[in-house]
């Protein structure tokens, strides 16, 4: 990426001031340790303004400076790297069955985490326990205050109202999820709320390791439905009503199983852990509701043992996951595309079926092809993904690169 001649923009002073300190910010944040130079070149922004801009960020702490010792340099420089440990983050991911919590640093890692059972049926109750607990673990760790919270939730959210609109694994409508944070965390300083997806393809190119382009990519969540996160020019794609990349409810079979959604044959009733769920079951002939707490997790456990009927039926997922993505292929174009969820851990099984459907469907003469490959996170991606959403805020939330 050209750092200088996409950061850098003319217009009010203010607005360049503040896009100039998100900009220095994020190089310190790829590029670290580096030194007021080598910011200077990489963003193209003069001495002058490089100096101020770091003694702001020193002086508010977001950053520290260590001596370069390189023996090869006659005078020893300052280097420049992101503080840790000094502002801290609050995650709350609001799953199907389970919500995951954690205390997470500027740099992604976890320093406590817990695991709840999601209670949707009272969601006003439900924040509060969700409060509660996440206090709980910034007393652990002796944090008097945290610097921001992210809650990321699968569904469309209104993130600028802080409004969950529609999440139908929850069974939530309009439910002003802020308003109840407010009453708990009046004085919450960065409170952020996302679709749980998208701040996943946030988490992917903040703190993953791929060492691809991310540029142009699309994270996949396959969990109880299908969601996504679509990221053209290194900005995530929220779409006119904030519910761009509802790909789970494109139609792949017309008139075929129904959705949850209250339609016929959509992606994610067929691709989705719970549609693989119920084939496993169909095959085993055992009805449905006898199999209620058996899990994806179940069938992945039972096809890394061998079990061929387990293998058969994840075949059958990747198949369909294929059809999927041929289609997100021919209409975003995207460089990458990465893929999250419990299917991810029998990719050797997953992968060649999703890789068979997609050269025969989605290239059409395409010279090269794209890569699709399991997320490279290592902590929960929709946990990390609410963290992220808050670090973006933090960071000014102009322009996220990897590269």
């Known amino acids: 990426m050209n750092t200088k001649s996409s950061n850098i923009i003319n217009g009010n002073s203010q607005i360049v001031r503040g896009i100039n300190r998100v900009t ?3 190089t310190i944040r790829e590029r670290q340790p580096i030194s007021r130079a080598d910011l200077s070149r990489f963003t193209g922004l003069t001495k002058s303004t490089i100096t101020i ?23 020893n420089p300052l280097d420049l790297r992101l503080r840790i440990d000094k502002y801290y983050i609050g995650a709350i991911n609001i799953d199907f069955s389970v ?29 509060e326990c969700c409060i509660k607990e996440l206090t709980s673990l910034s007393n652990e760790l002796n944090i008097i205050k945290l610097e921001g ?8 959210v209104d993130s600028k109202n802080l409004i969950v609109n529609f999440a139908p694994n929850l069974g939530w409508e309009d439910f002003n999820i802020g308003v109840q944070v407010r009453k708990w965390l009046p004085e919450m300083r960065n409170l952020v709320i996302g679709n749980a997806a998208k701040s996943s393809a946030l988490a992917e190119l903040w703190f993953g390791s791929h060492e691809v382009d991310l540029s142009n990519f699309v994270f996949l969540s396959i969990s109880e439905g299908i969601g996504s996160g679509i990221m053209v020019n290194n900005r995530l794609i929220e779409g006119g009503y904030e519910a761009s990349g509802e790909f789970g409810h494109m139609v792949i079979y017309e008139g075929g199983n129904p959705c949850r959604c209250g339609n016929y044959g959509c992606w994610e009733s067929y691709a989705s852990d719970s549609a693989t769920v119920k084939r496993y079951s169909a095959k085993k002939n055992n009805d449905i509701s006898q199999t209620v707490n058996f899990l994806m997790q179940d069938i992945v456990t039972l096809a890394k043992n061998g079990d061929e ?3 058969e039926v994840l075949k059958q997922t990747g198949y369909y996951l294929g059809l999927g993505i041929s289609n997100i292929i021919k209409a975003i174009d995207p460089i ?18 999703i890789d068979n459907v997609v050269k025969q469907r989605a290239y059409f003469g395409k010279k090269r092809s794209i890569k699709i490959l399991p997320t490279s996170l290592k902590s929960r991606p929709h946990l990390l993904g609410a963290a992220a959403l808050v670090i973006r805020e933090i960071f000014g939330g102009y322009i996220i690169t990897n590269n």
Do not use: C
């Open 24 to 26: 220095v910010l994020n």
């Open 53 to 75: 801009i770091v003694s702001q960020l020193l002086e508010e702490g977001l950053v520290y400076e260590t001596v370069n010792s390189d023996r090869n340099i006659g005078r």
């Open 99 to 127: 919500t995951h919590l954690a205390i997470v640093d500027l740099d992604g890692s976890i320093k406590n985490s817990k695991s709840i059972n999601t209670s949707p049926k009272d969601p006003e109750d439900f924040i």
């Open 149 to 156: 919270m992210g809650i990321s939730v699968a569904g469309i």
């Open 309 to 311: 009927p387990a293998i």
């Open 336 to 353: 990458t595309i990465i893929v999250g969820g419990k299917v991810t851990q029998v990719w050797n099984i997953i992968y060649p079926e």
